[in-house]
């Protein structure tokens, strides 16, 4: 069954692979934007104590 499951998975990749390359873009872009809010809150944090 998995392997009638993954077929069909990477087929939909390779046919939208400039949108996804797209979300990735701005999935990168967000997660490094919450990753830098996150350190500067635990900087804060822990140099306010």
Do not use: G, H, R, W
């Amino acid at each position: 069954m998995s392997k009638y499951k993954s077929k069909p998975i990477l087929s939909k990749k390779d046919s939208l692979s400039p949108q996804e390359k797209k979300e990735e873009a701005k999935f990168f872009k967000v997660a490094i934007i919450i990753t830098l809010v996150l350190i500067l809150l635990m900087y804060l944090v822990y140099s306010s104590f």
